[in-house]
């Protein structure tokens, strides 16, 4: 049974950073990209980052010019988004993904995970 199971979401003041954590368990890194998605109250999902299965190269959504960040741990099965200099508009719930094929179009991914909740609030 696949599972992705984030964690690290939470309240944060503008300017401040979270890392966020995908664990993936039921398929492999190696053979799946992993995904970060945003979705903000009333606004459609959006691509933050994926990472490549086979040569971990990484991918952003054009919104994020270079804030984010993210990284993968293969021997944990863990992906990670970096999430820096959070700015007041970026609320919203932050979900993984995980597909055979790196995209940031959310409507190829086969495998979700529940998603933590960001609020950037002074």
């Known amino acids: 049974q696949v599972q992705l199971a984030e964690s690290g979401g939470g309240l944060v003041q503008p300017g401040e950073s979270l890392i966020l954590s995908c664990t993936v368990s039921?398929?492999?890194?190696?053979?799946?990209?992993i995904a970060w998605f945003r979705q903000a109250p009333g606004k459609d999902r959006e691509g933050v980052a994926v990472?490549?299965?086979?040569?971990?190269?990484?991918y952003y959504g054009d919104f994020v010019m270079g804030r984010f960040t993210i990284s993968r741990d293969t021997a944990k099965n863990t992906v990670y988004l970096h999430l820096n200099t959070l700015e007041p508009e970026v609320p919203g719930v932050y979900c993984c993904?995980?597909?055979?094929?790196?995209?940031?179009?959310?409507?190829?991914?086969?495998?979700w995970g529940q998603g933590p909740q960001v609020t950037v609030s002074s």
């Open positions: 993904a995980a597909d055979l094929v790196a995209t940031l179009f959310f409507t190829a991914y086969e495998y």
């Open positions: 990472i490549s299965a086979s040569d971990g190269k990484k």
């Open positions: 039921g398929l492999s890194l190696d053979r799946y990209a």
